[in-house]
């Protein structure tokens, strides 16, 4: 791994991987950024390099495109100097080339459940050679509703041995029966205590009215108290509502949530991962799995509901050893998430004070728009649009 600029294995890794070789089946509580993914995909590599290729071996099942796309792009990092061939299979693009990897038999396919479901309706998408099923971020596919999906899934694999690998964060109950259902006689492994961020990330509060935390975040940012940073908001509404902000501010920013489309959102991820957009105005659908090279700072812009969130949030920052910092800014009615918060880490965050920032000044415009607001101005768009399209019509029979 050295022309990764990898120079020693990180503790899963030292723990994973020999079992991993031996083939046998495996538990990982671990969270994103500890380095799991190579932990997996050294194995697997190292598998089916020995094997007649032309057959799909080895299936990785993960939440997000996002995720999916970067576990695809470290098999290519990891496999470069081998043959193994490889595939992502997730929604938002087009069916064809991942219908042609099925059909090729990619010795590697990395795929989001309801995507894989789809395909599985086709007589093309038949895995009967899978040696190795992983899944990734198993609580986070809990999470958002996939354990029926993975279910389906797993009905539409062989019945024959395979090595099977479950990684989760954290060990709800449903994950804990699944693993009992899937797994035999696994090598149990722990890496991080559950509740606890990430070593290396310097943590702050900032209590501020609601109505002020964008003017906040834009003086942090003139000012370069912070560099490039994610900046989480708690709804899709808000965060697009940030990103119009800090652009009429003239600070470069994009956003990523989930009304976006996957071009837009790959793009998104592109241009600030290149340093095009300073800021990235981000729901949760970001917190977990986005793998984004010596980020400085992640803003809280809202405080998160819940404390595992908020932990999976400033894990974006201080990966692999590096040092961040994540800024959290609260206004009066978040302060009980805050203590609940404050209870999971297992101490008091320290808070801060922006020196000569005016807190009390008025703002000329509402942040946030209320939905039934919102959904009437849409309603009058529309129909002054079609009003619009009647006449426009009318006037063209005229002129005939």
């Known amino acids: 791994m050295g022309d990764m600029g990898f120079s020693e294995p990180t503790p899963i890794q030292r723990q994973a991987i020999p079992p991993g070789l031996q083939g046998r089946d495996l538990l990982g509580s671990a969270m994103t950024g500890s380095g799991k993914t190579a932990a997996f995909l050294l194995p697997i590599l190292q598998r089916v390099m020995k094997m007649k290729r032309g057959v799909t071996r080895a299936l990785i099942l993960t939440p997000t495109r996002e995720l999916a796309a970067q576990i695809d792009e470290e098999r290519q990092q990891l496999g470069r100097h081998t043959r193994v061939t490889g595939a992502t299979v997730f929604g938002g693009v087009g069916m064809g080339p991942q219908e042609k990897a099925f059909r090729t038999g990619a010795d590697i396919l990395v795929a989001t459940p309801g995507r894989l479901l789809d395909h599985f309706q086709h007589d093309y998408a038949r895995l009967q050679g899978i040696d190795v099923l992983v899944l990734d971020e198993a609580d986070r596919m809990l999470d958002m509703g996939f354990l029926p999906d993975i279910r389906r899934v797993l009905r539409h694999l062989p019945d024959r041995p395979r090595q099977t690998l479950l990684f989760s964060a954290t060990m709800p109950k449903p994950i804990v029966e699944l693993s009992r259902?899937?797994?035999?006689?696994?090598?149990?492994?722990?890496?991080?205590?559950?509740?606890?961020?990430?070593?290396?990330?310097?943590?702050?509060?900032?209590?501020?009215?609601?109505?002020?935390?964008?003017?906040?975040?834009?003086?942090?940012?003139?000012?370069?108290?912070?560099?490039?940073?994610?900046?989480?908001?708690?709804?899709?509404?808000?965060?697009?509502?940030?990103?119009?902000?800090?652009?009429?501010?003239?600070?470069?920013?994009?956003?990523?949530?989930?009304?976006?489309?996957?071009?837009?959102?790959?793009?998104?991820?592109?241009?600030?991962?290149?340093?095009?957009?300073?800021?990235?105005?981000?729901?949760?659908?970001?917190?977990?799995?986005?793998?984004?090279?010596?980020?400085?700072?992640?803003?809280?812009?809202?405080?998160?509901?819940?404390?595992?969130?908020?932990?999976?949030?400033?894990?974006?920052?201080?990966?692999?050893?590096?040092?961040?910092?994540?800024?959290?800014?609260?206004?009066?009615?978040?302060?009980?998430?805050?203590?609940?918060?404050?209870?999971?880490?297992?101490?008091?965050?320290?808070?801060?004070?922006?020196?000569?920032?005016?807190?009390?000044?008025?703002?000329?415009?509402?942040?946030?728009?209320?939905?039934?607001?919102?959904?009437?101005?849409?309603?009058?768009?529309?129909?002054?649009?079609?009003?619009?399209?009647?006449?426009?019509?009318?006037?063209?029979?005229?002129?005939?």
Do not use: M, W
């Open 181 to 400: 259902e899937l797994l035999k006689n696994p090598a149990h492994i722990s890496v991080e205590r559950k509740q606890a961020a990430a070593t290396g990330i310097t943590q702050a509060l900032f209590p501020v009215p609601a109505r002020r935390k964008p003017a906040l975040l834009i003086e942090l940012l003139r000012r370069d108290e912070v560099g490039n940073v994610i900046a989480f908001c708690r709804t899709k509404h808000r965060a697009n509502r940030l990103f119009q902000k800090l652009e009429k501010a003239g600070i470069s920013t994009a956003r990523i949530h989930g009304n976006r489309s996957q071009k837009q959102r790959t793009k998104a991820l592109k241009g600030f991962r290149e340093g095009r957009f300073r800021v990235l105005a981000a729901t949760d659908i970001v917190a977990r799995g986005i793998d984004v090279e010596a980020l400085d700072h992640v803003v809280n812009f809202d405080v998160p509901n819940v404390a595992e969130d908020y932990i999976h949030r400033v894990g974006r920052t201080a990966r692999a050893g590096e040092t961040g910092e994540a800024y959290t800014f609260v206004s009066p009615e978040e302060e009980s998430d805050v203590r609940s918060i404050e209870r999971a880490v297992g101490r008091s965050l320290p808070r801060r004070k922006l020196e000569h920032f005016d807190y009390q000044a008025p703002e000329s415009e509402r942040f946030e728009i209320p939905a039934g607001e919102r959904i009437a101005a849409l309603k009058a768009r529309r129909k002054e649009e079609r009003a619009r399209a009647r006449a426009k019509e009318e006037r063209r029979k005229r002129a005939r």
